[in-house]
């Protein structure tokens, strides 16, 4: 029986599954087996599987398009090791993070963990800005790529790790999208299960390839943290309404500069202001002029995108929409 079993969920992505699985080729730590579960594909990725089956303990399923929560499940049912790890097909692994996650579990007691991403040097210009401004002390806080972490972990499907009891008592994810980790990772705390960070269980995630995939995807993650709420109570605090704020902001800066009001000219120089601090950080941690340049517009798209999404679904919810029924497109 192996150690651990890495679930994948793909959709539509062979490519990324093949760059996926050579990087886990490498790895130093050996003890492990594969689970791909092709989710109703219509661009299916068997043959790349049929190249790794000689250099990978490898399973591929195939099964009607359900949505990656479901997928995960489908894996976690047909997975064999004693603890399961989750990857998104967009992915790559350094060779050193199994041997890393191996061996914080043994010296700690954790039920499911989490691990940081980072931008890997054969990204893209746009990857990196992407990259950059998700894990920004302006944006976010540095909380997705900090190493250390404040509060209760909430660990991400993106790269996540879970012990077979985790599973066998939650019985895995109840939605198949939008926010389906975030509600697993709250039901895993909520059933007294322990969760940490491993700082050097880093992946290197590719994020969105354009900039409108980007915003897109950020329009998506505010609706998921509405649909969080509908499942646990708590879930929209004030950190998660300033992506609201600050787009409502910036358009009553613009409007009343327009108006060629003082109130509004100091707005705007506040927004200014606040997207250089971007600018410069991006510049000093990424040495890359392109990535500073680009880092403001990425972060306006990332707020921008939160917050309409935020307010969209908290309407539909109020009207009583309910997204968690079918399968939809998300970016």
């Not at 050996?30 to 109703?40: L, M, P, R, S, T």
């Not at 909430?154 to 985790?166: K, L, Q, Y």
């Not at 950190?239 to 509004?264: D, M, R």
């Amino acid at each position: 029986m192996p150690k651990y079993s890495i679930v994948i969920p793909v959709y539509n992505r062979p490519d990324e599954v093949d760059e996926l699985l050579e990087t886990l080729t490498s790895q130093t730590f050996k003890d492990f087996e594969v689970v791909i579960v092709e989710d109703g594909s219509t661009v299916d990725c068997k043959d790349v599987i049929s190249k790794y089956a000689s250099r990978l303990d490898i399973q591929y399923f195939v099964k009607e398009n359900g949505g990656q929560g479901f997928a995960r499940n489908y894996g976690y049912e047909r997975a064999i090791g004693e603890y399961f790890i989750v990857f998104d097909s967009d992915c790559l692994i350094p060779p050193h993070y199994l041997a890393s996650v191996d061996a914080f579990l043994i010296q700690n007691n954790v039920d499911a963990y989490g691990g940081p991403d980072a931008a890997h040097e054969s990204f893209t210009v746009t990857q990196k800005a992407i990259n950059h401004v998700m894990t920004s002390f302006f944006t976010t806080g540095g909380i997705r790529g900090n190493k250390k972490h404040i509060g209760t972990y909430h660990p991400r499907s993106f790269n996540m790790g879970i012990s077979r009891a985790v599973w066998e008592q939650t019985k895995g994810y109840i939605i198949p999208f939008m926010g389906e980790d975030m509600e697993f990772s709250t039901r895993i705390l909520k059933e007294g299960f322990k969760t940490a960070l491993i700082p050097d269980a880093f992946v290197y995630h590719k994020r969105r390839t354009s900039l409108t995939k980007f915003y897109k995807q950020l329009k998506y993650f505010g609706r998921a943290r509405i649909n969080l709420s509908r499942f646990h109570k708590g879930q929209v605090g004030v950190v998660h309404l300033f992506p609201t704020v600050f787009s409502l902001g910036l358009i009553l800066s613009l409007l009343l500069s327009a108006a060629q009001l003082l109130l509004g000219y100091f707005g705007a120089m506040c927004y200014l202001a606040y997207f250089t601090l971007i600018f410069l950080e991006a510049l000093l941690k990424t040495k890359s002029i392109k990535v500073g340049v680009l880092s403001p517009l990425v972060a306006f798209l990332q707020l921008f995108g939160y917050g309409y999404g935020l307010i969209y679904e908290w309407f539909r919810k109020l009207r009583g929409i309910n997204p968690n029924t079918k399968y939809i497109e998300l970016y």
